[in-house]
């Protein structure tokens, strides 16, 4: 496609449940990112792919966040757990190089109920 | 550690009149600075970014932003507002990580409503 492509657009999930968000980002983009947007706020980084490696994960904010992207292209972001302050917009960003603009999907919200 | 502030939470400009949304960072070194724009439900869009160079930086959609050391501010400027401009805006600023990439750091965002 020609943006980078965020599924589910919307998600449910009930405290305690697990959920995965995926990201389809632009074809040949290198690297990738992920970040949270809580109502109200501005983006938050949480982790940095470049290629199939994870070169920063210090956003995360707990050990039940776990992001991959094994194959340098599509990535999933997953919670475990689910909390309610979870909660939020999961946005994926792509860019061709460390040095290019991000394009950004249309992100995922999550609500834990 | 950098952060952004934006002022205003929420402005309202009638059609036709000039815009300027405020912008404030904190950061140790020369910033990479940026400001992007969200409609509901839509991911953010790069509207104009400052690395080095000429202060005054020109982006898509009209919009103009000047970085101002002194003030440590980087104000977007727009001088006739569309009624197709409604939506948020986010001012950043980049900082190269250990991992070879720059992190954005996000102000809280600037909500614009259009009067027509």
């Known amino acids: 496609g020609a943006g980078v492509s965020q599924s589910p657009r919307y998600k449910v999930a009930k405290r305690g449940q697990d959920v995965a968000l995926r990201c389809d980002p632009i074809?040949?983009?290198?690297?990738l990112f992920w970040y949270q947007q809580a109502l109200g706020q501005g983006p938050e980084f949480l982790t940095y792919?470049?290629?199939?490696?994870?070169?920063?994960k210090s956003g995360l904010p707990s050990d039940r966040f776990f992001a991959e992207r094994p194959e340098g292209s599509v990535s999933t972001l997953k919670i475990q757990r689910t909390q309610q302050e979870d909660s939020a917009v999961y946005l994926c960003a792509s860019s061709l190089s460390n040095n290019s603009p991000l394009h950004f999907g249309n992100g995922t919200r999550l609500t834990v109920t | 550690a950098q952060s952004v502030t934006q002022p205003d939470i929420h402005i309202t400009v009638s059609e036709g009149a000039s815009l300027e949304l405020r912008c404030n960072y904190s950061?140790?070194?020369?910033?990479?600075l940026f400001w992007y724009v969200q409609s509901p439900g839509q991911g953010l869009q790069l509207l104009l970014k400052y690395f080095s160079g000429d202060t005054l930086v020109q982006g898509i959609k009209g919009f103009e932003a000047e970085f101002k050391r002194s003030q440590s501010s980087f104000n977007l400027r727009k001088p006739s507002v569309h009624w197709s401009d409604a939506a948020e805006y986010f001012c950043a600023v980049g900082e190269y990580s250990g991992a070879g990439s720059y992190q954005l750091t996000f102000g809280k965002g600037t909500k614009l409503s259009v009067i027509p």
């Open positions: 950061y140790g070194a020369t910033p990479y």
């Open positions: 792919f470049q290629n199939e490696a994870q070169l920063d």
């Open positions: 074809s040949g983009h290198v690297s």
